[in-house]
């Protein structure tokens, strides 16, 4: 069974960089055909979509954050990574990685991570 | 503003059918089969209920159906029960340019 898990800040200044990684156990990032993605919600809204990479090292970006996002793998340690940019207020939210088999379709998820961002 | 569009709240009785519709356009919904629906209890990750328009995952019960007619997606309870009181949130490929968008969320009281 695969499973998720994101790791990183629960605090973050305002203008610096939010960094987490998501640790998957139970299945290598490295076989092909999956689709590691990052997904927010913000404190009592609704799901957004952050980005993808693709197991070919290929991404996808929200076009609202692509200027501030970078998805990452590192296979080596069988993770892989969001970066986003010049935080303010309205990133503070839970933050999932996921997994999915097709675009658009996370089936394995991690327990979500609150960051704030605050001063 | 997301970029689909979903009734904030449905109900229904215990027993009852429900349906929540996700409207999207021809460049999202109309334009792919790749429309999934998924349910989020407070406090949980979402769980996927229904993959490529109208596919169950292994595990999710058939009282959950998906289908899609032109733009709009629709996601059916049948027999709804407590246990479903949760979010839904639909969601949807929408190409190389925007990815992928989320709808903004129903949520459903069973009465």
């Known amino acids: 069974q695969v499973q998720l898990q994101e790791s990183g800040p629960g605090l973050v200044q305002p203008s610096q960089t939010l960094s987490l990684t998501c640790t998957v156990s139970?299945?290598?990032?490295?076989?092909?055909?999956?689709?590691w993605s990052w997904i927010r919600q913000h404190p009592g809204q609704g799901l957004e979509w952050i980005g993808y990479?693709?197991?070919?090292?290929?991404?996808c970006y929200n076009p609202s954050l692509k200027n501030r996002v970078t998805i990452s793998v590192d296979t080596s340690e069988n993770q892989f990574s969001l970066k986003l940019s010049s935080v303010t207020a309205a990133d503070t939210a839970v933050y999932y990685c996921?997994?999915?088999?097709?675009?658009?379709?996370?089936?394995?998820w991690g327990q979500g991570t609150l960051v704030t961002v605050s001063s | 503003q997301s970029a689909l569009t979903q009734p904030a709240s449905v109900s229904g009785s215990p027993g009852q059918s429900i349906t929540i519709s996700c409207s999207g356009t021809?460049?999202?919904?109309?334009?792919?089969?790749?429309v999934s629906w998924y349910q989020q209890h407070p406090g949980k990750a979402p769980k996927l209920m229904i993959y490529?328009?109208?596919k169950r995952p292994s595990g999710v019960s058939n009282r959950f159906s998906g289908s899609k007619s032109g733009n709009t997606a629709s996601l059916t309870i049948s027999g709804v029960q407590a246990e479903d009181e949760a979010d839904y949130y639909c969601?949807?490929?929408?190409?190389?340019?925007?990815?992928?968008?989320f709808g903004g969320g129903t949520k459903l009281t069973v009465l």
């Open positions: 139970g299945g290598s990032i490295s076989s092909g055909g999956y689709y």
């Open positions: 990479i693709y197991y070919s090292g290929s991404t």
């Open positions: 490529e328009v109208s």
């Open positions: 996921a997994r999915g088999g097709t675009v658009a379709t996370p089936n394995y």
């Open positions: 969601c949807s490929y929408a190409g190389s340019n925007t990815c992928v968008v």
């Open positions: 021809s460049n999202d919904v109309g334009s792919y089969n790749l």
